[in-house]
T-cell receptor, first 114, second 108 residues
Framework: DSGVTQTPKHLITATGQRVTLRCSPRSGDLSVYWYQQSLDQGLQFLIQYYNGEERAKGNILERFSAQQFPDLHSELNLSSLELGDSALYFC?????????????FGPGTRLTVT | QQPVQSPQAVILREGEDAVINCSSSKALYSVHWYRQKHGEAPVFLMILLKGGEQKGHEKISASFNEKKQQSSLYLTASQLSYSGTYFCGTESGNQFYFGTGTSLTVIP
């Protein structure tokens, strides 16, 4: 158990819908990262927040957005969902202030778009 | 941009050694190594920083050749628990890329 929690564990929704994935980092970690893992594209970095501020942006679609709240939990919002958005979404947290320190991954949210 | 790992897959008997390579086309600031077991989240193994020393503990270690933008993960005297998919992660600019992955299976 990494100490990172993610909810929900599974999510099934229809194309065109909007969903919100939630992540709580390990106690004391200020950095939160979001990743997408799919069979065809592997593990892809989406976005990073540090203490509420966006720090780095990866291959995140415009339909996706994220934020980190004052209590440090983070949410990833996915809108206008397409079949290709079906994937495992991981959140990770890090104790380091640098851009990409050691990361501790949550159990993931499996999103299925039908 | 995605680092390329080799081999793609390897099968070992308990006690054998393995080397997993990670190669990037970009200048790297750091290289990370993670292991992911089937159905689970990736688990952090180690991070190597540019200008830093080779890292590791006992049976799992890694090196980072900054000039060649390459890293290698060394697993010695493998155990059944080492089975999983190994990913390198590379930090370049303000971006982070996971490698293509190497599936490692250790059999008795």
């Amino acid at each position: 158990d990494s100490g990172v929690t993610q909810t929900p564990k599974h999510l099934i929704t229809a194309t065109g819908q909007r969903v919100t994935l939630r992540c709580s980092p390990r106690s004391g970690d200020l950095s939160v990262y979001w990743y997408q893992q799919s069979l065809d594209q592997g593990l892809q970095f989406l976005i990073q927040y540090y203490n509420g501020e966006e720090r780095a942006k990866g291959n995140i679609l415009e339909r996706f957005s994220a934020q980190q709240f004052p209590d440090l939990h983070s949410e990833l919002n996915l809108s206008s969902l397409e079949l290709g958005d079906s994937a495992l979404y991981f959140c990770a947290s890090s104790p380091t202030s640098g851009p990409f320190g050691e990361q501790y991954f949550g159990p993931g949210t499996r999103l299925t778009v039908t | 941009q995605q680092p390329v790992q080799s081999p793609q897959a390897v099968i070992l008997r308990e006690g054998e050694d393995a080397v997993i390579n990670c190669s990037s086309s970009k200048a790297l600031y750091s290289v990370h190594w993670y292991r992911q077991k089937h159905g689970e989240a990736p688990v952090f193994l180690m991070i190597l920083l540019k200008g830093g020393e080779q890292k590791g503990h006992e049976k799992i270690s890694a090196s980072f050749n900054e000039k060649k933008q390459q890293s290698s993960l060394y697993l010695t005297a493998s155990q059944l628990s080492y089975s999983g998919t190994y990913f390198c992660g590379t930090e370049s600019g303000n971006q982070f890329y996971f490698g293509t992955g190497t599936s490692l299976t250790v059999i008795p």
